[in-house]
Structure formats: C-alpha cells, structure tokens
C-alpha cells in the first residue's frame, strides 16, 4: 500500500504523542512500523535509541529491535536475541509474542510458533492482540477457520481494532463468506482507513 502524505501525517501525530510521553510504546512502536514500511531503517533505530534514551522498559525496546532486524532481513539474529530472551523470561507472553512474530514473518517452523502463540495467550490477561499474532499462524497455516476462531476473541476484547477487522475480511474471503469479508473490511475502513497498512503483507 503506497501511504503517501497520509503517512507524514501519522509520522507527525506519533511525533506528538511521543513529545508528550517520550517512552509511549505504542506510539514509539506504531511509528518505527512506519518508518520500516517505509524502508527508514535508520530512522527506526533512531525512534529506538530516543525511546531508550527516555526511559523505555527494556522488555519493550527489545520488542521494537526485533522489529527492526526482522524488517531488515536479520532473522538469526532476531532468534538469536528472543531465544535467550525466552530462556531468561519464560512466562513472559510479550517475548513469546515476539518470537511467535519472526516464524510468522519467516514463514517457517509454523508449528512452534502455533505453540509460542498457544502458550502466550495462557500466559496473558488481555489477549487481543495475541489473539490476533495467533491467527495470523493459523492463517499461514491455511486454517482459516482458526484464524476467524481467534479474531473473533480478540474483537471481544477490543472491538475498535481495524487492523483485525481487516485481517478477518481476508480470512472471511478465503473461506467463501463474502458477504463477512466485505462488512469486516468496511468496518475496518470506518475504523482507521488504513488499518491494514503495517499487516497486509501477512495475508495479501
């Protein structure tokens, strides 16, 4: 999806979120998503280094750096940071997420990302967004019925999220439910109007 101008406006309003909370993850993290789509590897790092720099919680900026390598291309590398993260921190749902998120990217060893996934949303108390990392294993996996399970929950935690809506639209389309595939897009529309913009590769 080509952003355009609508992408230096979201640049500029994470920019001022961060002014007024320089350690908001969200922002921090939804900002370096743009600026990787946008391949501005060095300007992701530097949204990295300011975030630390303000006092970002180590658990989060690792998050943020394996977002970066995985979006350079340095997967043994990201694996290399996660298992160790894992192996030190085992009931920490956020870095089984993390590591669930480079086999997604990858491709690979789908199985054991299901089981990271799986373990995850055990380990988590609100899980929409581990809901939503699972099914999207699922639906590399071709399970999109799975996929559709898990969206479903995480809407029912958090049903203002376009990003799922648009994730469900496609699972919906896969499976033939044209009529659910279109009313989820257009609620994802209604929601944020590029809501799929970071995710999209995942199922297009």
């Avoid at 299901?114 to 699972?134: K, P, S």
Wanted: hydrophobic content about 40%; proline content about 1%; glycine content about 4%.
């Amino acid at each position: 999806m080509q952003l355009g101008s609508d992408a230096e406006s979201a640049i500029e309003s994470y920019q001022e979120a961060i002014r007024i909370k320089p350690a908001y993850f969200d922002a921090l993290l939804d900002l370096t998503r743009l600026h990787i789509r946008r391949n501005e590897f060095e300007e992701a790092k530097e949204v990295l280094k300011d975030g630390l720099d303000s006092g970002l919680k180590d658990a989060d900026a690792d998050s943020i750096n394996i977002e970066i390598l995985i979006a350079e291309g340095k997967f043994d590398e990201a694996m290399s940071i996660i298992n160790v993260l894992v192996d030190e921190e085992p009931d920490s749902a956020s870095y089984l997420a993390d590591r669930c998120l480079i086999r997604i990217t990858r491709n690979a060893n789908l199985d054991l990302a299901l089981d990271d996934c799986t373990n995850m949303i055990e380990l988590a108390t609100r899980g929409a967004y581990y809901h939503f990392l699972r099914a999207l294993v699922h639906y590399r996996k071709g399970d999109f019925q799975n996929a559709v399970d898990d969206l479903d929950k995480s809407l029912k935690v958090n049903d203002e999220l376009g990003y799922v809506y648009r994730a469900r639209s496609a699972a919906n389309q896969k499976l033939g439910n044209l009529t659910q595939a279109e009313d989820d897009l257009q609620a994802s529309k209604f929601l944020y109007k590029y809501s799929g913009w970071y995710w999209s590769h995942f199922w297009n």
